[in-house]
């Protein structure tokens, strides 16, 4: 049974687990798509979604919260002054996740996990 069991393992230990999803959540931040298996999809969703949150809260507690998962400054700077931006309006949901197939090695499920247009990229497409 799996009551009260919050998190995927992923079969890694605590803090490989904890590397990859700082690791992933940095490229989707930088490319804001990345393709991986739907397990980690859906670990990283959560993740992610948590970290924007901070963002849109945009004050310097917000900001060291998210220094401690993403070491890119770079991309902490991007998280608050692009990304978090978009959904100022949005309760949450800022991604979405869709399967791609298989992997050919192993047969895992693939998935694509990207963050949704916000309002600024709807405005300039029309």
């Known amino acids: 049974m799996r009551h009260r069991k919050a998190h995927r393992k992923l079969?890694?230990?605590?803090?490989?687990?904890?590397?990859?999803?700082?690791n992933m959540v940095t490229e989707l931040f930088r490319h804001e798509r990345i393709e991986t298996t739907l397990a980690k999809?859906?670990?990283?969703r959560s993740f992610a979604e948590k970290l924007i949150t901070l963002g849109k809260r945009g004050d310097l507690a917000a900001r060291?919260?998210?220094l401690k998962y993403i070491s890119d400054k770079a991309i902490v700077?991007?998280?608050?002054?692009?990304?978090?931006?978009?959904?100022?309006?949005?309760?949450?949901?800022?991604?979405?996740?869709?399967?791609s197939g298989f992997r050919r090695g192993d047969g895992a499920p693939l998935?694509?996990?990207?963050?949704?247009?916000g309002e600024e990229k709807?405005?300039?497409?029309s």
């Open 11 to 22: 079969n890694r230990t605590s803090s490989h687990r904890a590397m990859m999803l700082r």
């Open 64 to 66: 060291r919260e998210v």
């Open 111 to 117: 998935s694509v996990i990207e963050l949704i247009p």
């Open 41 to 44: 999809a859906k670990e990283l």
């Open 122 to 125: 709807k405005a300039s497409q």
């Open 77 to 99: 700077r991007k998280l608050f002054n692009e990304i978090a931006p978009r959904y100022k309006d949005r309760p949450g949901g800022y991604t979405h996740l869709f399967r």
